[in-house]
């Protein structure tokens, strides 16, 4: 229950709201014994998108004048919804004396809200919902400027390369909007990972300049600088359509409530789908408007500072933040015919996602393969937290006790300034041989090492009176020549086709260098792991770009890319489908829709587009030559 104060002689706003309810049977609003209805009920309907999820409300609104000086509760109104009754909060109002208006206390509006309703999804403060009205000659743009904005906020401004950095989105709004999110931000010169947001969103409130908003958060992401220098986080774009309702005052006219008569229908079934909805909802008394309004965040230029590089450790491999290791082995004695694995954990907070494997130095007596990655990161922390864990597997090639040296690991700790390096103990294995032990390289079988004895005295010579055709050398002698005319004549139209058909092996060439980058994400895609997908999609795109255009990661933008190939004769249909392509891994990664055909349409999008790119920029750079 909350109480408000009006004066007797200002009219002030009630609105009754019910969420999600498609199924209203019937309405019952209070009794309003005490106040006169200056206009009313007007009926506004609106709703709310967020990554794919629609929520739809109906509000009712009344606007009341008191009759006399007291203290006056409202019960609360009922509802009948699938066939259940809710039943709102009541509502207690001081009316007070004024004498003028300048010393009346400014005209609240009061909402009531049925049993159960979200409290993110109620108005923020009583005396915001009147700035959905739209008064007479008061201005549009000035109203949506002044209610409707997106904020950036990040933790830190300045930090060190490698640091991280949390950015979070938010919509700010005082005024019922239908919102679309059309651009995200993509990060350039960052490692991003997102934070997963309730979907649909729940709105939370925030004062801003004394008045109160309700606040949608659209994107939270940790991002980890992969260069220093100063870094811009892009803007995030947002498509509005504000709803401002206009309320035409007549003192003289008491309104009935058609709200019992429309409620109580017997063919009422859905408000939203029954034709009578917008012949009740253009009532004379009411009208709205519809505004289009779009908005974008203001960029923010983040300073990334070097690591210090004269106290930097050999060993440190781009780790920032705090760590610790441990290094342990699976067994302490074993054959040449076993292999050892050396498991190597690093856990912590920090650039989790990004940990190179730490310096191993591995004896010459043992044979070291590429490790297994096993990364066990923990859901939407923040700091990021968890562990990357390295297997190596190692084979001994020789008997005897071996050493494996200590492992050791370094990090950069941002808070302390400073790097600090881990180091393990070193490792004592007892290798023994094996069964299948190398033998030496001499052959002892028999016959094998006796030598011929040596004749002194002149040796007898026969002759060998057998046919030449008999022989196999001269069937070798009468085979090279013709396997070597044969194979010219397949070398001479091999020859010939590359040169007639140049394009078509530049296609093949270009399609196996955009399999090569899109490797990664095809096993993603494999997986099932959208998000991982469209992320690795997005980043070999955008890496093709760089190395192809030779534009620094950091400095990548649609506009700049344009402009290259532009000045490389590029553009038309294979720049709309490039932009388009990225595009898609953008919205992908804030609204996810869960396809698996639209991830493989994406990856199919993705080799065309690269490879018909790779063709284009080879056969200009061949014209210019």
């Known amino acids: 229950m909350s109480s408000t104060r009006v004066a007797q002689d200002e009219p002030f706003q009630i609105q009754f709201m019910l ?12 009794a309003f014994n005490d106040f006169e209805i200056m206009q009313g009920p007007s009926q506004v309907q609106g709703q709310s998108i967020f990554n794919g ?17 007291g203290n006056f509760t409202l019960p609360g109104a009922t509802a009948r919804v699938n066939g259940n009754v809710v039943r709102s909060n009541p509502v207690t109002i001081e009316v007070i004396k004024s004498a003028n208006h300048n010393a009346a206390a400014p005209p609240p509006s009061q909402q009531s809200f049925p049993p159960g309703f979200p409290p993110s999804r109620r108005a923020p403060q009583d005396e915001d919902v009147a700035e959905g009205i739209l008064r007479k000659g008061e201005d549009v743009d000035a109203k949506l400027r002044k209610n409707i904005f997106l904020k950036v906020d990040v933790d830190k401004t300045t930090l060190y390369e490698g640091e991280q950095l949390t950015a979070t989105y938010k919509l700010y ?19 991003a990972k997102d934070i997963e947001l309730p979907n649909p969103p729940q709105a939370t409130t925030e004062r801003v300049n004394g008045q109160m908003f309700k606040v949608f958060t659209i994107r939270k992401t940790l991002l980890f600088p992969l260069q220093s220098g100063t870094l811009e986080l892009d803007p995030v774009e947002v498509d509005n359509q504000v709803r401002l309702v206009k309320l035409v005052r007549d003192n003289h006219k008491r309104s009935r409530d058609p709200f019992e008569d429309f409620f109580n229908d017997p063919g009422f079934k ?55 290791m441990t290094a342990t082995i699976d067994k302490t004695s074993l054959t040449t015919d076993d292999a050892l694995t050396l498991k ?16 191993v130095e591995i004896p010459s007596s043992f044979e070291k393969y590429d490790p297994k990655v096993t990364d066990n990161i923990e859901k939407n922390s923040n700091p990021l937290s968890g562990s990357r864990q390295f297997e190596f597997a190692l084979m001994p090639l020789e008997a005897g006790e071996q050493t494996i040296p200590p492992v050791e690991f370094s990090y950069f700790d941002p808070e302390a300034h400073a790097y600090k390096t881990i180091k393990s ?67 001479r139209r091999r020859l010939h086709y590359q040169q007639n058909n140049a394009a ?122």
């Open 19 to 30: 969420e999600n309810a498609p199924n209203v049977s019937s309405f019952q609003p209070p």
């Open 53 to 69: 999820k629609r929520s739809e409300y109906i509000a009712l609104i009344y606007v009341l004048q008191p009759k006399r000086v």
């Open 173 to 191: 709004t005082r005024l019922p909007t239908n919102s679309s999110v059309t651009r995200v931000p993509a990060f350039k010169g960052f490692s």
């Open 270 to 324: 859905d408000p939203f789908n029954d034709p009578f909805f917008d012949d009740f909802f253009n009532r004379p008394e009411v009208s709205y408007e519809d505004v289009p309004y779009k908005i974008q965040s203001t960029p923010v230029k983040i300073t990334v500072k070097p690591l210090p590089v004269d106290t930097r450790p050999a060993s440190f491999n781009g780790a920032v933040g705090h760590f610790n």
């Open 344 to 359: 190597v954990v690093i856990s912590g907070q920090g650039n989790v996602n990004l940990l190179n494997q730490p310096k």
């Open 425 to 491: 103990q070193p490792f004592t294995i007892k290798v023994t041989p094996g069964k299948q032990s190398k033998r030496d390289k001499e052959d002892f079988s028999v016959d094998k090492n006796v030598l011929i004895p040596v004749h002194l005295g002149p040796q007898h010579w026969t002759k060998d009176n057998g046919l030449i055709l008999g022989s196999w050398w001269y069937w070798l002698l009468l085979v090279v020549p013709l396997a070597a005319l044969v194979a010219g004549i397949l070398y």
């Open 504 to 625: 078509l092996l530049r296609h093949r060439y270009a399609n196996k260098a955009a399999l090569k980058r899109l490797e990664l994400a095809a096993r993603y895609l494999k997986e099932g792991k959208e998000r991982a997908f469209y992320e690795e999609t997005s980043r070999a795109v955008w890496g093709y770009l760089s190395h192809k255009l030779q534009i620094p990661f950091a400095d990548l933008n649609k506009e700049l890319v344009q402009t290259r190939l532009a000045g490389q004769h590029i553009n038309g249909e294979n720049t709309m489908q490039l932009f388009d392509l990225l595009d898609n891994c953008e919205m992908a990664l804030y609204a996810p829709m869960h396809s698996n055909d639209k991830m493989q349409g994406t990856y199919q999008q993705a080799v065309k587009v690269i490879s018909q790119l790779d063709e284009q920029l080879k056969t200009t750079k061949q014209q210019v030559v």
